[in-house]
């Protein structure tokens, strides 16, 4: 049985989301970690603490303008928390179904509004197609789409798990000059990146 009741962890999971995947606030959410907190992208590798989670969410995130992450489902067990996304960009194409492959999160609550752990699942393969296919609609119909950062398909799976109409996507890292764009893992010259 978890020492914290199910509504503290649910609050605590609306505020994680509502502040990273939404409202795209890194430095914001970084800082719902513990200081001794593991982040383990299991493609990128691992980071331990606020400022190493920040520095690689502001690193891959703005090397991305286009990708947004709406929520599929989620599940809250005790202390944990999983939930599946899907990495989406628009299609500059009018009309047309937007690009997308899924990823799945396991949080750990540590209380106090705070995490100590996630880890991030997704495939290399799904991703790398994306992003090719991605890139050659946007040389077909609009070569500057991925600056316009467009969110216009949240889903229709998790109705709190969006931003308000009109909104308009201001990831924290965008007009930073101190933000280091994270292309590939070589890239990385923190934490314990994962080998190429």
């Not at 199910?6 to 800082?31: I, M, N, Q």
């Not at 995490?115 to 890139?135: C, K, L, T, V």
Request: hydrophobic letters at 35%; aromatic letters at 16%.
């Amino acid at each position: 049985m978890s020492e914290f009741s199910r509504d503290e962890v649910e609050d605590a999971f609306r505020h994680y989301y509502l502040t990273g995947p939404v409202f795209e606030d890194w430095k914001a959410w970084s800082e719902l970690f513990t200081d001794d907190a593991l982040y383990w992208d299991h493609y990128w590798g691992r980071f331990r603490g606020p400022r190493e989670i920040e520095l690689f969410l502001d690193g891959t995130m703005s090397e991305a303008p286009a990708v947004y992450t709406p929520m599929i489902w989620y599940v809250i067990d005790g202390s944990r928390v999983v939930w599946k996304g899907v990495n989406r960009a628009d299609n500059p194409e009018p009309g047309a179904e937007p690009f997308g492959f899924e990823s799945l999160q396991i949080l750990t609550y540590a209380g106090g509004g705070q995490w100590s752990r996630e880890e991030d699942w997704w495939i290399a393969y799904e991703s790398q197609r994306f992003a090719r296919d991605y890139a050659a609609a946007c040389a077909r119909h609009d070569p500057d789409h991925p600056q316009k950062m467009t969110r216009e398909n949240w889903g229709d799976r998790v109705d709190w798990a969006r931003p308000p109409a009109g909104h308009q996507a201001k990831p924290s890292w965008l007009g930073r000059t101190d933000v280091v764009p994270l292309r590939t893992v070589r890239d990385i010259d923190f934490g314990e990146r994962n080998p190429t």
